[in-house]
């Protein structure tokens, strides 16, 4: 039980950064999670929470990895491969090799391998963490793909060179040979592991897709599976559990791109599950950095102020160390002669060095050097004890590594949002929720004009502007808004002006058309609402229950079959009361019959009004529907017809009606009046919405064949 509320409690973190993010847009969401981590400490769960590495690599690391993967292709691996190879293993090996020696130097009382084993905790970076923390920015395409690359690949690289620095702490002895060995089988083993492992996976999913008759139940559980499946394998082998898993995921993209168009329900659910799940993961990530940084808090007040100090400015230098190899890193020229007949990543990444950008982009990729919780796992992954002694200084090893982590989001939070500017969105969410809004009435008004039946075409309009981003349902904004108090007047006129005009006069009896007007006026005068107090109800009802229930004693007409009887025996002996049924059951059905004439009108009316304000150009027509919904109230009342149902509706409706929509949007384009990034996401909504849709009307149509059949 404890994992489950282990889990359950993660879960309520992410979901109280979403809500709390919403009030402190300007904050990273990044800090927002670590400070949410911080307070869940403090429950019972969490109470001198100590990170468990091979739990956090295998349950968030391994399945983030493979998600990554999934976004690269082997053709981008290939065309980048000497930029990877530089950043992630060269770059990596050089700063790890520096900084220790340098701490070595500083620290005379560590040996060196002790501080090799710190700065190989140090060097993965998590480009995860700089989206996070310049959301709103406009990074440098070149330079986001460095740092993702880096980022995918370097944290084995550190993960190897970590082992081998604690091989030497327990040998003692070191041997360059024993160690590029070591080196070359676990990076090298690892891709191959992962990527043997991909294609065997891939080449079982789609076997089993040409042949389950529900593939989605069994192929993406499979994809669920895979990257704990296989890390766990090349971790056994004694590969890099890490490049395995980005290996795999690399072949699950190829298999995407030759798949193309076919298996599109298991494509498209199974990346809605994967993205959610890398949210999710992404943000458990900062959490449990919060949720670790109380008992490196205790750790520090135990050293006392001194070796407090000493120990952050070791981590300041350090972090300044590997700022400025960085930079020098991606300045370097890689344009000279013998390079320049290659397609050399670092331009590719950098830019050329003539171009007067290019020390900015260096300098970006430098401050955009953040590390994150992989190096804190790796921290926490040091032995308690190593050949057979406590493992020296181990606390102090995970204090430094906490506070590079937090310097380098801190120096990256402050000054990236200052140097890079700020993101020019082709179109604003104002501007998208207008269009959408536009996009939506257009199309519920061209489907409308071909249906007459007002039952499918209340149904099929309710369920059309519910893609709109509103609350359709509450009541208050509904009747506060002035357009809708005006229109709803205005319909009300229409509607008096109706029933008074020669064609229902000469149809319908002057009983009728005075009974209708006076209903039709009551409801006017009593607003829009057409609500009494609640004590004042009571009481109204309460004294007809009464009345009723006297008479029905009085006369012993209690149970149905009595007053079926007494009806018989009132009709065949009681020639006036006979004569007031049949003039009310007149009367009722002419009402009936006028009511639906008054119904047909109205949508007329109210149609109209809707392709008016579309020819001005005008998106906020959402007072229309809720008249329109007000009316269809009105008119139920009088017919007495309280059932809320909602008539069936044709798929072949809804399909035309979506198809309006993607006229709307193309009629757009072409005009100019619609940027295509707009385009794009109108297009992918309508066809989440259309999905949605028919497998609702499927399963609805499902469930009445069912009916019929029991």
């Known amino acids: 039980m404890t994992t489950l509320y282990t889990l359950a409690l993660l879960l309520i973190g992410v979901i109280a950064t979403n809500i709390i993010k919403e009030f402190i847009p300007k904050i990273p969401e990044a800090f927002i999670l670590i400070a949410v981590g911080v307070v869940m400490s403090f429950t019972s769960i969490f109470k001198n929470f100590e990170l468990e590495p091979e739990f956090f690599m295998l349950m968030i690391i391994a399945p983030i990895m493979f998600i990554d993967g999934q976004k690269q292709s082997f053709a981008k691996i290939k065309q980048r491969f000497e930029g990877i190879w530089l950043l992630s293993v060269v770059l990596a090996v050089m700063t790890t090799l520096i900084v220790g020696i340098i701490t070595n130097h500083i620290e005379v009382t560590w040996t060196l391998p002790l501080a090799i084993t710190l700065a190989a ?91 389950a008759s529900n593939p989605e139940t069994t192929i993406i559980p499979i994809s669920l599976l895979t990257p704990f499946a296989v890390y766990l394998l090349a971790e056994h082998i004694g590969t890099s559990g890490i490049l395995a898993v980005v290996a795999t995921g690399m072949v699950h993209n190829w298999e995407s791109s030759r798949l193309r168009l076919t298996s599109t329900t298991v494509q498209l659910t199974s990346r809605t599950i994967w993205q959610t799940i890398a949210d999710v993961l992404n943000d458990i990530v900062f959490l449990i950095l919060g949720i670790s940084l109380p008992s490196v808090w205790l750790s520090i007040t135990k050293l006392g102020v001194s070796a407090t100090l000493q120990l952050t400015a070791l981590s300041v230098l350090i972090y300044v160390i590997m700022l400025i190899l960085r930079y020098f890193w991606a300045l370097r020229d890689n344009n000279n002669k013998q390079n320049r007949r290659k397609s050399n990543s670092f331009t590719l990444f950098f830019g050329d060095r003539n171009n007067k950008q290019h020390k900015f982009y260096a300098r970006i990729f430098a401050i955009s050097g953040v590390h994150g919780t992989v ?20 606390e102090t090893l995970i204090i430094v590594a906490t506070l590079v982590i937090l310097i380098s989001m801190l120096v990256s939070a402050i000054v990236l949002p200052l140097q890079l500017p700020a993101k020019i969105e082709s179109y604003t969410v104002t501007d998208l929720n207008q269009t959408r809004d536009k996009m939506i009435d257009y199309a519920s008004l061209k489907i409308l004009d071909h249906v007459s039946d007002h039952n499918i075409r209340e149904t099929l ?109 009132k009709l065949a002996t009681d020639s006036t009361f006979a004569a007031n049924i049949k003039k009310w059951t007149d009367t009722r059905d002419e009402l009936i019959a006028l009511n639906n004439d008054l119904t047909h009108a109205t949508d007329i009316y109210l149609d109209d009004k809707l392709r008016e304000r579309l020819d ?30 909602s008539a069936p509706v044709s798929s072949a409706l809804y399909i035309q009606a979506f198809q309006y929509e993607y006229d709307f949007v193309q009629q757009g384009v072409s005009g100019g009046s619609i940027v295509q990034t707009m385009a794009s996401t109108l297009f992918k909504e309508i066809n989440q919405a259309q999905m949605l849709q028919l497998d609702q009307t499927e399963q609805f149509d499902t469930d009445d064949y069912t009916e019929s059949k029991i």
């Open 121 to 211: 905790i140090i060097t993965p970076t998590d480009a995860v963490a700089v989206k996070s923390l310049t959301a709103g920015t406009d990074m440098p395409e070149g330079v986001g793909e460095a740092l993702e690359l880096e980022s995918l690949f370097n944290d084995a690289t550190g993960l190897v060179m970590l082992d081998l620095a604690l091989s030497v702490l327990s040998q003692g002895t070191f041997s360059v040979v024993h160690g590029l060995e070591h080196f070359f089988f676990v990076a090298i083993g690892g891709v191959l592991v992962g990527t043997v492992l991909g294609f065997l996976i891939v080449t079982l999913r789609v076997n089993l897709q040409q042949r």
């Open 375 to 394: 190096t804190l796992a790796m921290a926490f992954s040091l032995p308690y004890k190593i050949a057979g002694h406590a493992f020296p200084y181990r």
């Open 461 to 569: 309009s309710t369920q059309l502007q519910s893609q709109k981003n509103k609350l359709f349902m509450m009541d208050d904004r509904k009747n506060a808004s002035p357009q809708f108090l005006e229109l709803l007047a205005d319909t009300q006129d229409f509607a008096l002006a109706y029933i008074h005009s020669d064609s229902i006069t000469q149809t319908y009896s002057p009983n009728v058309i005075g009974i209708y007007a006076k209903v039709l006026q009551r409801t006017r005068n009593n607003g829009p609402k057409q609500t009494m107090s609640f004590k004042h109800q009571l009481k109204r009802t309460l004294r007809r229950y009464a009345r009723e229930t006297t008479w029905h004693i009085a006369n012993g007409v209690i149970t149905r079959a009595q007053r079926e009887r007494f009806r018989k025996n």
């Open 616 to 645: 001005a150009k005008h998106n906020d027509n959402d007072h229309i529907y809720f008249v329109r919904e007000a009316m269809n109230r009105f008119f139920n009342r009088v017919k007495r017809d309280y059932k809320d149902e």
